[in-house]
């Protein structure tokens, strides 16, 4: 085992802005917050953060020259319902599917909203990575996560048991990598992971393909998987 999931992180310009969204939009709650960076925690498990990034550059779902790099699904009772309780706190609707609408937070993330009748309260799902190649990433991180791979189509897979934080991947034809730390190429998500030795971890994660990024804090640091998305190694 490497590591557990920690967090999933968005980018957003005003990190109270989104997290007032969730918040409201979901039941989440507060675990810590301060101007820089939010914690929610989502009472089934989830904690959902809100990191701050100046100059953000939001995405322009379908369009890949501004790629979602992840998304957020969550599950409703009723679609329209759901729908309408996201815009009048400030989403936008971008899609709708028959089983799944899809929508942009406050900040721009794009996130679906899934049909799910048989709970009446909204519900976190999963977290979906855009990727160049869906069996590759769920690998990776079927070993960093210590989740064992449960699925595996066309151009998809997902991590972990359904209701235990699942981590889905969907193959992009045209991925368009993030270029951390350029604000230019926003990675817009990323994933921390709690670690018990930082070094031992380390070297187990660049030798199942990550990168160091050379940067680092009091108890993080920064790596790249595979398909080039950040995601940080921490320790308490």
Request: hydrophobic share 40%; charged share 20%; aromatic share 10%.
């Amino acid at each position: 085992m490497i590591g557990t999931l920690r967090a999933v992180v968005l980018d957003a310009p005003d990190v109270r802005q989104l997290a007032a969204f969730y918040t409201a939009l979901g039941g989440w709650s507060e675990l810590d917050a301060d101007d820089e960076w939010i914690t929610l925690e989502t009472g089934d498990g989830w904690r959902i953060a809100a990191q701050r990034s100046p100059g953000h550059v939001p995405p322009q779902w379908p369009d890949p020259a501004y790629p979602q790099q992840a998304h957020l699904d969550l599950r409703v009772p009723d679609l329209d319902a759901g729908v309408a309780k996201a815009v009048e706190l400030g989403a936008e609707l971008l899609r709708k599917n028959e089983t799944w609408y899809t929508l942009a937070d406050p900040v721009g993330h794009p996130f679906d909203l899934c049909l799910f009748p048989a709970k009446q309260e909204t519900t976190l799902m999963g977290v979906m990575l855009d990727c160049p190649d869906a069996k590759e990433l769920s690998a990776f991180y079927a070993q960093l996560l210590s989740k064992p791979v449960t699925f595996e189509g066309e151009g998809v897979a997902m991590i972990g048991q359904d209701g235990a934080q699942p981590v889905m991947f969907q193959q992009v034809t045209d991925y368009r990598a993030p270029q951390w730390p350029d604000p230019a190429h926003p990675q817009q998500f990323h994933i921390d992971v709690t670690v018990d030795d930082i070094d031992a971890a380390e070297a187990a994660v660049l030798k199942l393909g990550a990168t160091s990024l050379d940067y680092s804090g009091e108890n993080w640091r920064v790596y790249a998987d595979p398909a080039l998305k950040p995601f940080c190694l921490c320790w308490d």
